[in-house]
């Protein structure tokens, strides 16, 4: 008989509690009858274990006919549930003409996702005539991550870079509708092409202020001097776009002249790391990939977090200091919202990775770049304009919410931090 083509296909499910020896049993009943496992696969939930075997039979040899028997009684003296049903093989020109489907992981991160969230996000994927294949919790004990692996049907024929681009426009469309429909809801969304490349992320690039620290240096700096008024007053002018980036940095960076740079690096000792970052940063690299601070920020931050947290590279402003003080000026170059796009660019060729193998995390406009820039760009406790361009926002919670989109799991993601020392984990 052949395995594809000839006989029956059987379709043995069995449920109950997992124990272990339920599928060496299952299959060895398989193989002793000379039939055929022809697919398989198992999930466990709470203990409870749902197994589900493909069989290829030859109901006309005596052993093929009685091997479902076979695996029924197995199944009960194991204190399973057996079911059993005949599946309809297609005609080869049948099978043929399916049309071929792209694969994506949506993933649901949120506080607590209920039965309700889980219900908008399947209405919209079966209204775009997404498939869910497979479907999972990231995490352990409430329900706070949902990671679904759907198809659609893929773009029409053409070149590769066009039916890529058509795959991130479905993409886009798609996780737009799921947004909305969980409006009102704490879900953030995001939708990746479920391929290599989204599970072998090699480099994270992270701004700094606001991101990978709780505070924005400059406010910090100026409210010490006793310019908080001066700065904010110039801050409000470049976010209603009378100033750019560059220049509203040289300019309040001129109201901290004669600073005494001793208290700037006080600064530098006490930075309120984000919640989550150093568990984030920790795994990180256990798994290899490589860190890095791109930050319009200040470099006496930047190279202190590069220090305790590990991080590979750091880029920031350097601020310029003769006799002990500030002098009002930064360094050239200035790492402006183009510059930060450009050195991920630089950072990934150094490395010899692709950018579809990098990330880009920011809360801000001045992130836009970069973020649209990296294979995944994410918009961390992120204002309007950066989410609208990100590929996806993780909106409470800490950075360490971050690994659920590589498709971690917490279980997981704990065994890694176990060996972490004490402040990480």
Do not use: W
């Not at 110039?234 to 960076?253: N, P």
């Amino acid at each position: 008989m052949s395995a594809t083509t000839d006989g029956q296909r059987i379709l043995f499910t069995v449920a109950g509690p997992d124990t272990p020896g339920i599928t060496a049993r299952l299959t060895g009943s398989i193989a002793e009858a000379g039939a055929h496992l022809l697919d398989i696969e198992q999930v466990v939930v709470q203990g409870q274990l749902t197994l589900c075997l493909l069989v290829g039979v030859d109901p006309t040899s005596p052993a093929g006919g009685a091997v479902l028997e076979t695996l029924a009684d197995a199944a009960r003296q194991m204190g399973l549930e057996p079911k059993a049903r005949v599946l309809e093989t297609p005609p080869p020109d049948v099978a043929r003409a399916e049309p071929s489907r792209h694969r994506y992981a949506v993933t649901a991160i949120g506080d607590a996702i209920d039965a309700r969230g889980v219900h908008d996000l399947a209405r919209v994927l079966a209204s775009h005539h997404a498939n869910i294949e497979t479907i999972r919790t990231l995490s352990v004990g409430q329900m706070s991550s949902l990671e679904a692996i759907v198809s659609l049907p893929d773009p029409a024929d053409g070149p590769r870079r066009e039916r890529d681009d058509e795959c991130g426009r479905v993409a886009s469309g798609l996780r737009r509708a799921l947004l909305e429909a969980t409006v009102g809801v704490d879900i953030d969304i995001a939708v990746q092409r479920e391929r290599l490349t989204r599970r072998s992320k090699r480099l994270v690039a992270m701004d700094m202020d606001s991101t990978l620290i709780e505070i924005e240096c400059i406010d910090e700096l100026a409210r010490m001097y006793g310019v908080v008024d001066q700065v904010a007053a110039i801050t409000r002018r470049a976010m209603a776009g009378e100033l750019d980036f560059e220049a509203s940095l040289r300019e309040r960076v001129a109201l901290l002249a004669g600073m005494p740079y001793e208290r700037v690096l006080g600064l530098a000792s006490h930075l309120p790391v984000m919640q989550g970052a150093a568990r984030m940063l920790y795994v990180l690299r256990h798994l290899g990939l490589k860190t890095a601070i791109l930050s319009g920020g200040f470099t006496f931050a930047a190279s202190a977090l590069k220090d305790t947290l590990g991080i590979d590279y750091a880029y920031a402003n350097a601020l310029e200091v003769e006799d002990g003080r500030l002098t009002g000026t930064v360094r050239d170059p200035i790492v402006t919202p183009q510059r930060k796009a450009d050195l991920l660019d630089t950072l990934a060729q150094r490395e010899g990775i692709s950018l579809e193998q990098t990330i880009a995390i920011g809360d801000g406009a001045n992130d836009i770049g970069m973020v649209a820039r990296a294979g995944l760009g994410i918009a961390f406790h992120a204002k309007a304009k950066l989410r609208e361009a990100a590929d996806t926002a993780v909106s409470s919670g800490g950075l360490d919410r971050v690994l659920y989109l590589l498709g971690l799991h917490a279980r997981d993601v704990e065994e890694v931090l176990r060996d972490a020392p004490a402040h990480v984990r």
